[in-house]
Each structure stands twice: as structure tokens, then as C-alpha cells.
């Protein structure tokens, strides 16, 4: 669990720019993914469920809004396996326990990872009343959330579960003042404790996630499945200049290890996914997640907390040709 007292001036300071579409802008990614529970792992995703949390400032106290692009499975957005045939469901939690149970933060569905009070959820399977478009979760009333004092907030949970079938979801999230439109919430945040995305098709499209070294870190693993062995990861920091991480092929998982630096602590990483050139694999859909040397879960902040990092010295990256 987050010890250290600062994260909330962090959080301020990382928030100006308000922009809370998941992924974010600076991240750079296409969409999130989860596949059916039918599907072949090797079409990159491991476990066919996605959890993120949603931070409402305590200061807010107004109504709020989930809203999820494209969340059907079917028609130009997501990838099809055949015939359209799957179903996904998506749960929205508050309440006691929501994140503060340990499940919850961790990066597979077993457990009491379903902690808090059911607040709404709904099923979707191919509709096209819904590609390309969007569906509204809410209104949500900041106090049916878990405040967490160390956030200065209430923290909420959205899971996506192929439940069905074997295609590709491909989705958005947005975290809403407004029903009907894309209206951001000063302060707020949204983040992951394991991230299936998609990456672009365009070898030019650097795609980014941000994860957070957090006070007492001395180490990380960094565990990435179904790279397809497309190109590099690289990692930049206020003291990395960008370090290699051993990428993953087809329908496997691999780990490498940094040890951290004193500078990074309190900061965020920013883990670069470059693709390879020439040629171009086509819908790569990647899984990240990092743990400390105590086998605990880094949380990837949408909006990097302390912003996006830079190096202390010149820079240049060049991708891998």
C-alpha cells in the first residue's frame, strides 16, 4: 500500500492540465483491451479482465460519470476471431474495501478482487447502437467511494470481463462531469495496477504508461506478455537515460530488473514502447505490470504523478531501426 505523505501535493501539481480520457493523452495508446474468456492467450491478452481505479478529489461534491467508448464487441473498432461472439461486462464498485483490500491491487482476477458495493454494471455483446460511440455509467455520488487519506480522496473501481466468446474488446474510459459530453473533474485521476492496451498500427506511434516508484522502492520487475517481439521497451527517468527491457514474444511472459536510484523515488517512470522497423505488426495488444522487491504492484497513473519524467542530462532516443 502507498505510505508516503506526499503523493497528494504530487497529485495536485500532475492534474493542472485536467485531461482524464484513459488512456491519457501523453500516453499515447489506442485503446484498452480485454478479450473473451474463449480466446487464445496468444492474442495478447492473459487473463480476459482489466481493473482501473477512478480518484474523485474530496474537495468535489458534485454528481460524476463513467463513460466507456466502444463498448460493444463488434464492428469497426475491436478485432474479430472468426465470427462476433463475445460478450463483456463491465462492474462498477464503491464502498469500503474497493481498493484498500489486497486483491484488488493485484494483477489477476482471483480473490476478493470484486471488494466494495456493487454500484451499476452492464453487459454488452456485438451492437452497433454502440461502436463508435459511447455509454454512460452514473450518475455517481463522490461519497459512495473508499476515501483513502493518503489520496485525500474517494476511490473507485471499473472492471472489464470478457465473460463470452473469444474477440477482441477494444474500449475507453472517460471520468465525467457531465452525462452527455466529456466534461474533466479538476483533480482527478484514474490508475492501474496491470495494463492490457493496444498499440498502434504505425511504426512512427511511440505508445508510453507511467509508473510510479514509490517511498522504500529498491528494485523493480518489470513483467510485459505478448510483446510479439515488436521492437523495444525502453525506460527513461529523471536518472535513466533509456534502458532496455528484455521485450516479450508470442504468447509469453518475460521479466527484467532495475534497481532504482535515489533520484527516481517520488517519481514516475515512463516506459516507452517503440515498434520495429521496417515492417509492421499488425494489432499488438501488449500486458504490463511491475512489482517492487516486495512483490508488491506499482500503480500506472493516467496523468504521471510529478508529471512526465525527463531526464536530468540531454537526451537523444532514437528508435530501433
Not at 106 to 117: A, Q
Not at 187 to 192: I, R, S, T, V
Request: with cysteine; glycine share 8%; hydrophobic share 35%.
Amino acid at each position: 500500500m502507498i505510505k508516503h505523505s506526499y503523493i497528494f501535493i504530487l497529485l495536485i501539481i500532475s492534474n493542472i492540465a485536467l485531461s482524464q480520457p484513459v488512456p491519457n493523452v501523453e500516453e499515447n495508446i489506442p485503446f484498452l483491451m480485454t478479450f473473451g474468456l474463449e480466446a487464445e492467450t496468444s492474442w495478447g491478452d492473459d487473463d480476459f479482465s482489466q481493473t482501473f481505479f477512478f480518484l474523485i478529489p474530496e474537495e468535489y461534491n458534485q454528481p460524476f460519470f463513467i463513460r466507456v467508448f466502444d463498448p460493444d464487441t463488434g464492428g469497426e473498432v475491436d478485432e474479430i476471431a472468426g465470427n462476433w461472439n463475445t460478450r463483456s461486462v463491465y462492474e462498477v464498485f464503491g464502498g469500503e474495501g474497493v481498493w484498500t483490500e489486497d486483491d484488488a491491487r493485484e494483477t489477476r482476477p482471483f480473490g476478493n478482487y470484486k471488494s466494495g458495493t456493487l454500484l451499476a454494471s452492464r453487459a454488452f455483446a456485438e451492437n452497433p447502437r454502440y461502436d463508435n460511440g459511447w455509454y454512460t455509467f452514473g450518475p455517481f455520488n463522490p461519497a459512495q467511494g473508499e476515501y483513502v487519506e493518503v489520496y485525500k480522496g474517494r476511490i473507485f473501481k471499473v472492471i472489464c470481463e470478457g465473460v463470452a466468446g473469444d474477440d477482441g474488446n477494444m474500449y475507453r474510459y472517460y471520468l465525467s462531469t457531465n452525462a452527455d459530453e466529456n466534461r474533466p473533474i479538476e483533480g482527478a485521476n484514474a490508475f492501474a495496477y496491470e495494463y492490457s492496451f493496444r498499440m498502434h498500427n504505425d511504426n512512427e506511434e511511440v505508445a508510453h504508461i507511467y509508473p510510479y516508484v514509490e517511498e522504500g522502492t529498491l528494485s523493480v520487475k518489470i513483467f510485459n506478455f505478448d510483446w510479439d517481439s515488436d521492437g523495444s521497451i525502453v525506460v527513461i527517468s529523471v536518472d535513466r537515460q533509456g534502458d532496455a527491457v528484455k521485450a516479450s514474444g508470442e504468447d509469453e511472459w518475460f521479466e527484467d530488473e532495475l534497481t532504482i536510484q535515489p533520484d527516481e523515488i517520488g517519481t514516475s517512470f515512463d516506459f516507452r514502447f517503440v515498434k520495429a522497423k521496417p515492417g509492421l505488426v499488425r494489432n499488438n495488444n501488449v500486458v504490463v505490470n511491475v512489482r517492487n522487491q516486495r512483490d508488491e504492484t506499482l500503480p500506472f497513473y493516467t496523468i504521471p504523478i510529478g508529471g512526465v519524467p525527463k531526464y536530468k542530462g540531454e537526451v537523444e532516443f532514437e528508435p530501433i531501426e
